[in-house]
């Protein structure tokens, strides 16, 4: 069984940052994709930014040059460290991953963790 751990969340005032990190286990042969998403209250949940196993990272244009994802595959770790938050950055961030067990290969969520801008 696989499973994704987030942490890293809480309370920061505009202008202050964050780091989240998402640790995978189980009996894990390979991660492909580690990738943040979040989702606002009424809001589609929507992606952040993404990393492939190589280090090849994509993000979304509404945290370009402030977020920075990384991963660190000894550990089977993802991170997004999140500089100059902004209020619209609140909403629950959740890791996914696309995972190959034994037994085959799979996409999976963590459970979220909440991060809220304000002052």
């Known amino acids: 069984q696989v499973q994704l751990v987030e942490s890293g969340g809480g309370l920061v005032q505009p202008g202050g940052s964050l780091r989240l990190s998402c640790a995978a286990s189980?009996?894990?042969?390979?991660?492909?994709?580690m990738g943040w998403y979040r989702q606002a209250p009424g809001k589609q949940r929507e992606a952040v930014a993404d990393?492939?196993?190589?280090?090849?990272?994509n993000y979304a244009d509404s945290v370009k040059g402030r977020f920075t994802i990384s991963r660190d595959n000894a550990k089977n770790t993802v991170y997004l460290q999140m500089n100059s938050l902004k209020p619209e950055d609140t909403a629950v961030y959740y890791c996914?991953?696309?995972?190959?067990?034994?037994?085959?290969?799979?996409?999976?969520w963590g459970q979220g963790t909440q991060v809220t801008v304000s002052s």
């Open positions: 189980g009996s894990i042969f390979k991660i492909y994709d």
């Open positions: 990393i492939t196993s190589g280090g090849s990272t």
């Open positions: 996914n991953a696309d995972i190959v067990q034994l037994i085959g290969r799979g996409n999976y």
